[in-house]
């Protein structure tokens, strides 16, 4: 049975907490992929006899399928069932975990991970939007601000549980996530309602979404592969990426249902907030992905410790991400989105002091624990101020789509920043297993990615535009607006997804 517009389980009842279950179980699922295989990379490199391009494409191939389909994922379950596609998403990503679980060599374990971020795109949209459609207008907020404080404890515990796991097995790590998603598929279907939209009744852009991928695809191969040398396959892959891209903006300046309404970024401060994302997220993507590196390979971290060590950063977000919205939503977001990426990037300044003198109590507490707090604080001013913007740059009609655009964007940079960065800073081959070259390596990554974050800063402060004026409260009969403050997240895998309204 379908629910009715709006929604009308309440927080207290156990219709509202099974609810809250299946959709905090399946984010988790894809907070939790995200962040535990960063840390099984050294396991899985040297167990497979994987080069460090493969690394980058056991990251990557899961980044790009989800980044190129997260927006098709939404608009198929506004238009066929948000439960429907949501349990799909599951299923599917549970058979993926499987096939990753069980991959005797690195190219089946990626062709894995691009089938895992393909069902993290079906059900990671229509975690939120199963909260939104069931729940009554006056406890929509608490039950989003539930979904985000415990989907933010599920990315805290993540690098912790990923590193017990892999200190056993790195296989683990995948075959975990199939009990976990047997349990939310039988929540799902025997305690969430099915729900769509009933406005969703035109076509779905399969044409941009085909065209997004195979642009994405070709230039994130291109780039990644390009360190080896310019042979006729990278080159005939970075064309054919580049084509497509321009074909996807033709597409969606001419489709009657875009997944990308081009015309949202006419707005100054859609663009701008937009970049700064490109940049900002761009570094976050190569921190996780070499800084775990680093502490095995050349501090000498155990898998569990190099996890754990990352607890700061996700900790400091959860704590102080609702403040820095409500004060964005007092203020504005320019100062918080100038001086944010500023402090994450003397974070990245201070990870270049991480090296072989790292590895004991004296060293975390003196080299990496200051950096990981200093980018802790830096993420918690802006994250939420940073979406406060894109939110408010939109049209009403246009949040959910403003918000999905800015997901995306996230996710590609760090997609695009994984492919490129390390080449350019000489990362290639074996270069993992050797702790010199690495740690030169990681130290170049490093000055590199506090660049990109101080372009955001400087972005931010010359064209952003000053607060907005305060809206009028809504009448008695109007949903509760979500305020930022209600919808504080861990952020560092992407921005908050927003509700369709």
């Not at 894109?390 to 949040?399: I, R, T």
């Not at 996230?410 to 920043?417: P, V, Y």
Request: net charge neutral; with cysteine; charged share 10%.
């Amino acid at each position: 049975m379908n629910q009715p517009a709006g929604g009308t389980l309440r927080m207290g009842q156990a219709g509202g907490r099974w609810v809250l279950t299946a959709a905090i179980g399946g984010s988790g699922l894809a907070m939790l992929d995200a962040t535990v295989v960063n840390v099984a990379l050294d396991r899985m490199g040297r167990d497979l006899g994987a080069d460090f391009a493969a690394l980058q494409w056991i990251v990557n191939g899961y980044s790009l399928s989800l980044a190129a389909l997260i927006l098709l994922g939404g608009a198929l379950g506004d238009r066929f069932g948000r439960r429907r596609v949501f349990v799909i998403g599951v299923v599917w990503f549970a058979a993926a975990s499987a096939l990753c679980g069980l991959a005797p060599d690195a190219p089946l374990l990626i062709a894995g991970r691009v089938l895992q971020g393909i069902g993290g795109a079906l059900l990671t949209p229509g975690s939120l939007a199963l909260i939104a459609a069931s729940f009554c207008p006056e406890d929509r907020s608490r039950a989003i601000g539930a979904w985000s404080g415990l989907g933010g404890l599920a990315g805290a515990v993540g690098p912790f549980v990923g590193g017990a796991l892999v200190a056993w097995d790195w296989r683990a790590v995948f075959w975990v996530n199939v009990p976990v998603a047997a349990a939310i598929v039988v929540i799902a279907l025997r305690h969430v309602p099915e729900s769509h939209d009933p406005d969703a009744t035109g076509g779905i852009d399969v044409p941009g979404a085909v065209l997004g991928v195979l642009g994405l695809g070709g230039v994130t191969y291109a780039l990644t592969e390009a360190g080896s040398g310019l042979r006729p396959s990278v080159l005939v892959s970075g064309v054919v990426g580049v084509l497509a891209l321009a074909g996807f903006l033709v597409v969606e300046a001419r489709s009657p249902h875009p997944l990308v309404p081009l015309s949202m970024f006419r707005n100054r401060s859609f663009s701008v907030s937009n970049a700064a994302t490109l940049l900002i997220y761009g570094a976050l993507g190569v921190f996780f992905f070499l800084l775990v590196l680093q502490l095995q390979t050349v501090s000498g971290f155990s898998p569990t410790v190099a996890g754990t060590a990352m607890l700061p950063v996700t900790a400091l977000m959860l704590l102080l991400s609702a403040r820095a919205g409500g004060l964005a939503d007092r203020f504005g977001a320019r100062p918080f989105m100038t001086i944010g990426p500023l402090l994450a990037a003397g974070g990245f300044l201070l990870a270049t002091r991480i090296g072989p003198g790292s590895g004991d109590l004296t060293g975390y507490l003196t080299e990496v624990l200051p950096a990981t707090v200093l980018l802790g604080l830096g993420l918690a001013a802006t994250v939420a101020p940073l979406t406060a913007t894109v939110l408010a740059s939109a049209d009403a009609h246009h949040a959910g789509a403003a918000s999905g655009v800015n997901n995306a964007v996230a996710r590609s940079a760090g997609l695009l920043a994984v492919a490129v960065i390390p080449g350019l800073v000489g990362l290639m081959g074996a270069d993992y297993t050797d702790p010199v070259a690495f740690d030169a390596g990681f130290t170049g990554a490093m000055l590199i990615g506090a660049g990109l974050l101080v372009a955001a800063s400087l972005m931010a402060l010359l064209l952003t535009r000053p607060a907005p004026a305060p809206e009028p409260t809504p009448t008695p009969t109007a949903a509760p607006k979500l305020r930022l403050a209600e919808c504080a997240h861990c952020g560092v895998a992407a921005p908050q997804l927003h509700p369709r309204e």
